[in-house]
């Protein structure tokens, strides 16, 4: 059984910082590629990061490009996404994502999470 737990969320300030975990278990992680989008009231769903499965390769949605960092650790299952200058419009609800996707692309194709978590609340406000 696919099971994603995010973890790290919570308030900051604009221009804060913010470090999100994602705890992966139920299938063979360290070949899998891996991402996180995130949702807010009244907005589609954007995608935000991901990683390849060596942790090699990542991408970026144009929004988060320069202030995200998105990494993996294949020994403890886990992946993360590092958010810096963050701003309000960061706000939402941050999901973390198994790929479908055996090749690394296609990230806006609107099928590329297979599985995700409950997701973890960040909110950007002074």
């Known amino acids: 059984q696919v099971t994603l737990v995010e973890s790290g969320g919570g308030l900051a300030q604009p221009g804060g910082s913010l470090t999100l975990s994602c705890r992966a278990s139920g299938f063979t992680f360290a070949i899998t590629h891996m991402g996180w989008y995130r949702q807010s009231p009244g907005k589609d769903r954007e995608f935000v990061a991901a990683?390849?499965?060596?942790?090699?390769?990542?991408y970026y949605g144009d929004s988060v490009k320069g202030r995200f960092t998105i990494s993996r650790d294949n020994t403890l299952n886990k992946v993360y996404l590092q958010m810096h200058s963050l701003k309000a419009e960061d706000t939402a609800l941050y999901y973390c994502?198994?790929?479908?996707?055996?090749?690394?692309?296609?990230?806006?194709?609107?099928?590329?999470?297979?599985?995700w978590g409950q997701g973890t609340q960040v909110t950007v406000a002074s």
């Open positions: 994502g198994k790929s479908r996707e055996s090749q690394f692309r296609n990230f806006l194709s609107g099928r590329w999470f297979d599985n």
């Open positions: 990683v390849n499965w060596r942790g090699d390769s990542t």
